[in-house]
């Protein structure tokens, strides 16, 4: 097994009831960092409940927080989602770096709900501030942030990563593909090809 670090975002001990813990991983590949999100955490009375970003916005506060005329209003994007990732790689880079000062197999988690809550704590800047900045992005600096990829189903342009490295600049190995592209496999054969991958 080659992989460093498994990521997922089931629900918690779903994975585990299907002998895929972070245990059971660190026995198949030791030093094994395991990067694990949930929507409410592994603990507490939500720990096995779905979710997802704007439903962790209306819960933690956060569409309270940008009503409008008293009505709740979503993020124009997924901010919960976005920081959330930053959370996860920045988890697993610490891991990785602990591993290789101590050795060891680690577990990362992040929460959604923790998430937006750190979010909303920050507050909002205030209206004059918030007013003074333009709907959109002028087309050349919208340009300058984009990438372009080609799939079975032609060329689509995407946002591309927001951090950019000298030495390990990210990028997508593969498309996006229709559903039905690959063929079917269990979730055991799948997760252990994705270690060995």
């Known amino acids: 097994m080659k992989s460093d670090v498994f990521s997922q975002s089931y629900r918690p001990e779903t994975l585990a009831a299907r002998g895929f813990s972070p245990?059971?991983?660190?026995?198949?590949?030791?030093?094994?960092?395991?990067?694990?999100?949930?929507?409410?955490?592994?603990?507490?009375?939500w720990r096995a409940r779905r979710g997802f970003d704007s439903i962790v916005q209306?819960?933690?506060?956060?569409?309270?927080?940008?009503?409008?005329?008293?009505?709740?209003?979503?993020?124009p994007v997924s901010a919960i989602d976005y920081v959330s990732g930053y959370l996860?790689?920045?988890?697993?880079?610490?891991?990785?770096?602990?591993?290789a000062r101590e050795g060891g197999s680690w577990l990362v988690r992040v929460a959604l709900a923790r998430v937006g809550k750190w979010i909303a704590d920050r507050g909002l800047l205030p209206q004059e501030v918030s007013e003074a900045v333009a709907p959109e992005l002028p087309e050349p600096e919208l340009q300058a942030l984009m990438g372009e990829m080609e799939t079975p189903a032609g060329t689509i342009r995407y946002l591309r990563p927001v951090v950019q490295l000298s030495h390990t600049p990210p990028y997508w190995s593969r498309p996006p593909v229709p559903l039905g592209t690959h063929a079917a496999r269990g979730r055991r054969d799948m997760i252990?090809?994705?270690?060995?991958?």
């Open 192 to 197: 252990e090809r994705m270690l060995n991958a």
């Open 58 to 75: 209306s819960v933690s506060g956060m569409a309270a927080l940008s009503a409008k005329d008293g009505r709740p209003q979503y993020l």
């Open 88 to 99: 996860m790689a920045f988890g697993a880079t610490v891991a990785l770096e602990r591993r």
């Open 23 to 45: 245990q059971v991983l660190a026995a198949l590949r030791p030093g094994i960092v395991c990067v694990s999100l949930s929507a409410w955490d592994a603990t507490g009375p």
